[in-house]
T-cell receptor, first 112, second 115 residues
């Protein structure tokens, strides 16, 4: 079974802090994704990576950056956390082709 | 631009009832369509993945159908149980691409199965 692991289930940070959210997948997937999920807005794509060191902006990249130095690891970085970044963050991965998308268990981030 | 809509937003049924959840998408040139389940405060679990060449997929009490021509997919749950209570989301690839599985999500149907 595919396993996508997010390092923290819950995280509380202060406004202005630099925040790292980590995601690791164990199935040699080419593609990795970061989504955020907010009530009433659904899942929105923040960033997407299709290969090591390759990234593409999603629908809401402002205030975020990403890093993919190794194929299995995709990090989401909040350079200076703000209260409007309080949300559930979901990491996912996939192969190229028809295999579908696989999610981690999510990180609930609160920025105070 | 691909848009995915799910109706109803919420549904409450008594245990044992068969039910149908609906998903509509605007761009029918899709590569595949995926149904997920999400429990409160948790990540998404993949339920069924239907390829564009297929009309339906089954897993246990779940059956998902795909009608590209009408831009619709349905998730049928047979003999519902309280443990089926969760949010169900469908997702389709964006217009013009799908091989990377960069999906567009509906806002989900919140299902409550009453004992």
């Amino acid at each position: 079974d595919v396993k996508v692991t997010q390092s923290s289930r819950y995280l509380v940070k202060r406004t202005g802090e630099k925040v790292f959210l980590e995601c690791v997948q164990d199935m040699d997937h080419e593609n990795m994704f970061w989504y955020r999920q907010d009530p009433g807005l659904g899942l929105r794509l923040i960033y997407f990576s299709y290969d090591v060191k390759m990234k593409e902006k999603g629908d809401i990249p402002e205030g975020y950056s990403v890093s993919r130095e190794k194929k299995e690891r995709f990090s989401l970085i909040l350079e200076s956390a703000s209260t409007n970044q309080t949300s559930m963050y979901l990491c996912a991965s996939s192969l190229d082709g028809p295999g579908g998308l696989f999610f981690g268990s999510g990180t609930q981030l609160s920025v105070l | 631009k691909q848009e995915v809509t799910q109706i109803p937003a919420a549904l409450s049924v008594p245990e044992g009832e068969n039910l149908v959840l609906n998903c509509s998408f605007t761009d029918s040139a899709i590569y595949n369509l995926q149904w997920f389940r999400q429990d409160p405060g948790k990540g998404l679990t993949s339920l069924l993945l239907i390829q564009s060449s297929q009309r339906e997929q089954t897993s246990g009490r779940l059956n998902a159908s795909l009608d590209k021509s009408s831009g619709r997919s349905t998730l049928y749950i047979a003999a519902s149980q309280p443990g089926d209570s969760a949010t169900y989301l469908c997702a389709a690839p964006p217009s013009g691409g799908g091989a990377t599985n960069k999906l567009i999500f509906g806002t989900g149907t919140l299902l409550a199965v009453q004992p």
